[in-house]
């Protein structure tokens, strides 16, 4: 009689690592893993995602002489001339660390969509299911002893992006909350270092003659994805998760917040060899109750990034590790009968740090009201090919899909060349 996948997962449960290993997914991808030499440079990226689209008007663009602009005050920063929200002090003190973008720009006005844009720099479309940025440089890192172990993509907070149509073993490790212990990273109660080897030899055994007479894929996949949890288990840097060797100052200094520690624990993937780590913030969907909730988040956002800007540099690590801010879009100047802002992709901000990047920047202009780009338009595409010349990625690369169509690792666009 054959096995279910249902009967595979729960095997893999049983050896100890299946419920690790689940946290990778995109277990159903259709491609073996491809051979990718390791990515010259070593930079790590950290990306916080603003999900639901923050409001670029009440952030990093404040229009406060229209009526539009709601009743956030604009107050002065660091770098001459650039006045930001009153909620972000901590980052208005630091703006001259960090290239601002207030020119960015797209058309995908779905959360979905662009989600998916936001992470792959394509727009979803049929025949190819992109990979995420983070799934490309953990491919490309995969050969690395830097970080052996470690996962190539962390998602805290939030699902991340998949891998497309690259092996799922380059899909995000997912950790929802940050400040609890994240599961399955030791052994099962009651079983010893012998017990798990004799299970672990078993379920290999079953697995290699699954694979022999399956074939395909799909199982290859699944092996590469539980065998990273079992690398993972086994790594000195597994306690890389672990907040709790970090000081009390020091974990006070990231905040109280989910996010916070999200940071902090991403300042330590990174510091052991992660390549990608993606933190998301929640809560920017704001149709309702705008200013209230923008200004709840934004002091969330303002400490914990803060507080990674200033430990990045405190380490030493701000030059190798590019920093990136960004979000589904921006929202409507327009405030909606419900005292909220509404989806509005024609312009949104991007701010960046690190990675050899030119700080203290001011890229791009929206009009009087912040519904569209005026001066210095910056795509998707644009920030794509720019994030992947500072991580040693190559842009123009091309890999087959499972379809036989030919993908470039970015879909056009052309470097921001005032950051390089």
């Known amino acids: 009689m054959g096995f279910s996948r249902r009967d595979w997962l729960t095997l893999a449960a ?34 916080l995602y603003m999900a639901g689209g923050a409001s670029h008007v009440d952030t990093f663009d404040l ?20 006045r930001i929200s009153e909620h972000l002090p901590r980052l208005a003190a630091r703006m001259h660390k960090l290239a601002l973008i207030r020119s960015m720009t797209a058309k995908e006005g779905n959360h979905s969509r662009a989600r998916h844009l936001m992470h792959t720099g394509y727009a979803p479309a049929g025949g190819a299911d992109h990979p995420a940025l983070g799934s490309l440089l953990a491919s490309g890192r995969a050969a690395d002893e830097a970080g052996a172990g470690l996962p190539g993509y962390v998602a805290i907070g939030g699902p991340g992006e998949d891998a497309g149509f690259l092996s799922s073993a380059y899909s995000p490790f997912v950790v929802k909350n940050p400040l609890k212990p994240v599961r399955y990273l030791t052994l099962p109660r009651g ?30 996949n699944r092996r590469e994805v539980a065998e990273q949890a079992v690398a993972l288990m086994r790594s000195s840097e597994v306690r ?17 917040s989910e996010f916070g520690a999200g940071c902090l624990m991403a300042r330590r993937l990174c510091e052991a060899g992660a390549p990608f780590v993606e933190v998301t913030l929640n809560g920017w969907d704001t149709h309702e109750d705008n200013f209230n909730r923008v200004k709840a988040l934004c002091q969330t956002l303002d400490q914990g990034f803060s507080a990674l800007l200033d430990d990045l540099e405190r380490r030493g690590r701000l030059s190798s590790t590019v920093l990136v801010w960004a979000g589904d879009f921006g929202r409507t100047p327009r ?3 419900k005292g909220g802002r509404d989806h ?9 740090a690190g990675g050899g990047m030119k700080p203290g920047m001011v890229i791009g202009e929206t009009d009087a009201e912040g519904a569209e780009v ?34 470039r690792t970015v879909d056009g666009g052309a470097l921001i060349t005032e950051l390089i």
């Not at 890389?240 to 109280?256: C, I, K, M, Q």
């Open 374 to 407: 005026r001066e210095r338009p910056v795509t998707v595409p644009d920030l794509f090919r720019t994030l992947a010349h500072l991580l040693g990625l190559e842009p123009d690369r091309m890999r087959m899909s499972p379809a036989g169509r030919p993908i």
């Open 14 to 47: 049983k050896a100890g690592a299946g419920s690790l290993a689940l946290r990778w997914r995109g277990a159903q991808a259709a491609v073996a893993k491809p051979a990718l030499a390791p990515v010259a440079g070593g930079r790590s990226c950290i990306l």
């Open 335 to 337: 405030i909606n009968e």
């Open 344 to 352: 509005h992709p024609a312009a949104s901000s991007v701010l960046l």
């Open 191 to 220: 079983i010893d270092a012998a017990r798990f080897d004799r299970r672990l030899e078993l379920w290999r055994s079953l697995e290699s003659g699954f694979s022999a007479g399956r074939g395909g894929t799909f199982a290859q």
């Open 63 to 82: 229009k406060p002489e229209k009526s539009s602009g709601g009743s956030f005050r604009a107050i002065r920063t660091k770098v001459d001339g650039l």
């Open 240 to 256: 890389s998760f672990d907040l709790e060797e970090e000081s009390p100052e020091t974990r006070a200094a990231y905040g109280p």
